[in-house]
């Protein structure tokens, strides 16, 4: 996400009479996080690169007023399903019907169930009850604490947009809880949490909206990168039990936070968990659509006024083996992202949110922690058809890359760069690159093609 000064810069452009760009879940949660030792300078954060308009609408916009009264995109959850293709596959009774989305948030929101009900009814959606799982020492949710209502925000746009792509799948929310002070721990905790619920059998696809870069975990900067690799043990048990892990890859660009949580590096880095190689990492498109949800342009890496897609090599994995094909690209280490999806804020996504007395209504959120659980629900239904658990994607992804677009559903990015805060980022090219990762995909062909029917 952008440090506080980008978003300073933003608020200036935006404040025209009501709206404005506004901290939502753009804030970073400082957060001491301990697995078997302090990790002293990692900060957990939500991925999601922010909301426009401080105050709440009543209703949301079409796209082309969003245009004409605010200055940007947006879009709804119909408009992204015509965008993916992905009618044709309700039509076909895919649904994720049978499957489990299992979303990680620090502290959650009080307020989601009712959210989700407001979001659903606005667009037609069929409602879910979200089983919320508490885990740790969750403290009771205050709309003035900047990183409670960060997080909120993060969790109302993970439950709403994985629930959108995936109406009939049952969705999970682990609500952690993260906290600055009194020795509460922050990623270990989160994969506490994680392993427990793969080792109880609940999840098929694991929906990841936080990133801490890599540099800032202990041992970096002399090789020792003992104080990550030591937090691996969730997406090992999700490896062991198929089930599927996406983070979100970052929406600074190339680079990310230093361990002020405020400051970017000014070179290229990378996070964690997206880098790993147990993970699909999810990286960011600007879409542009029409009313109806019709392509006026192909789809473009994000990289607008507010943030860029994450994406480059990490300095702690090396290349894992079904990257291999795209080595010419990624050198001897780990590439990201893997795929991508809509996340660009001049484009951002309509999300209905009401724990923040103050700011109650309709708000628009991007970043790649929205390409992410709209990702988590194509993977869902790509399990449905299946008829069981994927597990592992990475190396069906690059191998349906092998195939022609028409039978893979993979749908290259060829334009756009994930430049950010004065570094220089990635070009989209033809093929693999570092800015879009594979590209995004077509719903209808892709689900098929990854689910082998």
């Known amino acids: 996400m952008g440090s506080p000064a980008t978003l300073r810069r933003a608020l200036a452009l935006l404040a025209a009479g009501a709206t404005a760009l506004t901290a ?11 697995a078997s030792g302090s990790l002293a300078g990692v900060h957990v954060r939500p991925a999601s690169a922010g909301h426009i308009s401080a105050t709440g609408r009543t209703a949301p916009l079409p796209t082309s007023q969003c245009v004409s ?19 044709p596959l309700y039509k076909e009774g895919i649904t ?32 879910t009850q979200v089983e919320v799982v508490k885990w740790g020492n969750v403290p009771p949710f205050d709309p003035t604490n900047a990183d409670h209502t960060g997080w909120a925000g993060e969790t109302t746009l993970d439950v ?26 922050g990623l270990p905790e989160m994969m506490d949490a994680e392993k427990a619920l ?40 999700a490896a062991a039990h198929d089930v599927t892990v996406l983070s979100a890859s970052g929406d600074n660009g190339a680079t990310d936070a230093q361990e002020n949580g405020e400051d970017l590096y000014p070179y290229k880095v990378n996070s964690w968990p997206s ?29 607008d006024n507010y943030g860029a897609g994450g994406g480059g090599v990490s300095g702690v994995f090396e290349r894992p083996w079904y990257q291999a094909g795209v080595a010419n690209v990624t050198g001897n280490h780990r590439g990201t992202p893997d795929i991508s999806m809509s996340a660009a804020v001049d484009g951002g996504a309509w999300t ?67 430049s950010w805060d004065k570094v220089t980022g ?28």
């Not at 959850?77 to 993916?84: C, D, G, K, S, W």
């Not at 979303?103 to 989700?116: K, N």
């Not at 709403?160 to 721990?185: K, M």
């Open 24 to 34: 939502g879940t753009l804030s970073v949660p400082v957060v001491s996080a301990t």
């Open 69 to 87: 009264e605010i200055g940007i995109h947006c879009y709804s959850p119909l408009q992204y399903r015509t965008a993916y293709n992905l009618d």
């Open 96 to 127: 994720g019907k049978g499957r489990t989305i299992v979303i990680v948030d620090s502290f959650g929101s009080p307020t989601i169930q009712h959210d989700l009900e407001v979001f659903d009814k606005q667009w037609g959606i069929p409602d």
């Open 160 to 185: 709403e947009y994985a629930h959108a792509v995936a109406p009939d799948a049952h969705i999970v929310l682990v609500e952690t809880g993260v906290a600055e002070t009194e020795g509460t721990t």
């Open 198 to 237: 793969i080792k109880a059998g609940k999840g098929d696809v694991i929906s990841q909206s936080f990133g801490a870069t890599e540099n800032t975990f202990p041992g970096f900067d002399k090789g020792d990168f003992k104080s990550l690799t030591d937090l691996r043990y969730a997406f090992k048990e």
């Open 275 to 303: 880098s790993d190689p147990l993970v699909t990492s999810i990286g960011g498109t600007q879409l542009s659509l029409d009313d109806t949800g019709k392509r006026t342009a192909p789809d473009k890496v994000w990289h």
């Open 352 to 418: 209905y949110e009401s724990y923040d007395p103050k700011s109650v209504g309709w708000h628009l959120t991007g970043g790649t922690s929205e390409a992410t659980p709209i990702f988590s629900g194509v993977v869902a239904l790509a399990d449905q058809l299946a008829g069981r658990r994927l597990g592992q994607l990475n190396w069906r992804l690059y191998g349906l890359n092998l195939l022609p677009q028409q039978w893979s559903g993979l749908v290259d990015v060829t334009t756009g760069d994930n």
């Open 426 to 453: 990635y070009q989209a090219a033809k093929g693999y690159d570092l800015a879009s990762g594979l590209g995004t995909v077509d719903a209808a062909k892709f689900v098929h093609a990854l689910a082998g029917r």
